[in-house]
């Protein structure tokens, strides 16, 4: 681990960052140079404490999960993130296995979504980062480990991974799931996570094995949602996919039409903490 290095590099990329970069107010005091340190610690999810420790070169090694934080909370490109993961003593990742690295110009977007529900998914419905309005509808999708990142695992193993639909609609999800599922395994092969996931999900799931049976390849997904929340009820949204083709992520976006009860709803439900699942948590399972 280079600390010297390290903490030029984490300075300098600060400092190159503007806050209308990150979809901050620039205020009326600022005078150093790009973000403040707090200000990147909010955005890579650790303490100020932990982050300045660093660029004062007295931080301890940080693990891959930190530096994975630390790359997206100051939208560093691939090549400045294996840098960075150089720098601080590790390997870079592999490019075919560097799937949860966000592109900057997807966070870009992000940063000025802070008040409707966005996040970052893969094509295994893996979570990568929400905004917070996407918190509160959600919860926190980033924390599952395991077979349990994949939002189709959970849907089939977790009975609170449901609660956010209703019930009337969760037939046709599942079917939904099922279909993303068989799509992803035929593009990626019978090694990939994709395959772990299908091969857990016949061993642990009746619902998801007679779906499977079925060989459902096509489904389009519905550009219409009703999702539901326990403080505000149901809500029809509007549910737009945006597809990063560098990296195969996609950005939902969730929007409700202005005027309607449901947009009432999605303010009030923005404006919430992190929803509280009832389900396991789903932070126990291999690592996919």
Same mark, same amino acid.
């Given at each position: 681990?280079?600390?010297?290095?390290?903490?030029?590099?984490? @300075?300098?990329? +600060?400092?190159?960052?503007?806050?209308?970069?990150?979809?901050?107010? +620039?205020?009326? @005091?600022?005078?150093?140079?790009?973000?403040?340190?707090?200000?990147?610690?909010?955005?890579?999810?650790?303490?100020?404490?932990?982050?300045?420790?660093?660029?004062?070169?007295?931080?301890?090694?940080?693990?891959? /999960?930190?530096?994975?934080?630390?790359? +997206?909370?100051?939208?560093?490109?691939?090549?400045?993130?294996?840098?960075?993961?150089?720098?601080?003593?590790?390997?870079?990742?592999?490019?075919?296995?560097?799937? %949860?690295?966000?592109?900057?110009?997807?966070?870009?977007?992000?940063?000025?979504?802070?008040?409707?529900? %966005?996040? &970052?998914?893969?094509?295994?419905?893996?979570?990568? &980062?929400?905004?917070?309005? #996407?918190?509160?509808?959600?919860?926190?999708?980033?924390?599952?480990?395991?077979?349990?990142?994949?939002?189709?695992? @959970?849907?089939?193993?977790?009975?609170?991974?449901?609660? &956010?639909?209703?019930?009337?609609?969760? %037939?046709?999800?599942?079917?939904?799931?099922?279909?993303? $599922? @068989?799509?992803?395994?035929?593009?990626?092969?019978?090694?990939?996570?994709?395959?772990?996931?299908?091969?857990?999900?016949?061993?642990?799931?009746?619902?998801?094995?007679?779906?499977?049976?079925?060989?459902?390849?096509?489904?389009?997904?519905? /550009?219409?949602?009703?999702? /539901?929340?326990?403080?505000?009820?149901?809500?029809?949204?509007?549910?737009?996919?945006?597809?990063?083709?560098?990296?195969?992520?996609?950005?939902?976006?969730?929007?409700?039409?202005?005027?309607?009860?449901?947009?009432?709803?999605? #303010?009030?439900?923005?404006?919430?903490?992190?929803?509280?699942? $009832?389900?396991?948590?789903?932070?126990?399972?291999? &690592?996919?």
């Amino acid at each position: 681990m280079d600390r010297s290095q390290l903490a030029d590099f984490l @300075r300098l990329r +600060r400092e190159a960052l503007q806050p209308e970069d990150v979809g901050l107010g +620039r205020g009326p @005091r600022r005078r150093a140079p790009g973000l403040r340190r707090e200000e990147v610690a909010a955005l890579c999810d650790m303490s100020v404490d932990y982050y300045s420790r660093l660029e004062q070169q007295r931080g301890p090694q940080p693990s891959e /999960q930190m530096l994975a934080a630390i790359a +997206r909370g100051l939208r560093l490109s691939q090549d400045e993130r294996d840098h960075l993961f150089r720098l601080a003593g590790h390997a870079a990742p592999q490019r075919a296995l560097a799937a %949860a690295h966000v592109s900057p110009g997807t966070m870009r977007i992000l940063d000025r979504l802070a008040d409707t529900p %966005a996040q &970052v998914m893969t094509e295994l419905g893996e979570t990568l &980062v929400q905004t917070p309005a #996407a918190r509160a509808l959600f919860g926190d999708e980033t924390a599952f480990t395991g077979l349990d990142r994949s939002v189709v695992h @959970r849907w089939f193993t977790d009975p609170g991974a449901r609660e &956010v639909y209703p019930e009337a609609d969760r %037939a046709a999800l599942s079917r939904s799931f099922v279909a993303d $599922a @068989r799509a992803v395994l035929a593009k990626h092969g019978p090694r990939s996570r994709a395959a772990a996931i299908v091969e857990a999900l016949l061993e642990r799931s009746t619902e998801f094995a007679e779906i499977w049976r079925e060989h459902e390849v096509h489904v389009t997904h519905a /550009q219409h949602k009703r999702l /539901q929340h326990p403080e505000v009820g149901v809500m029809d949204l509007d549910c737009q996919m945006m597809l990063d083709p560098a990296t195969g992520h996609v950005l939902l976006v969730l929007t409700a039409a202005p005027g309607t009860e449901s947009h009432e709803k999605l #303010a009030l439900v923005s404006m919430l903490g992190p929803r509280q699942t $009832a389900g396991s948590g789903g932070r126990s399972g291999q &690592v996919v």
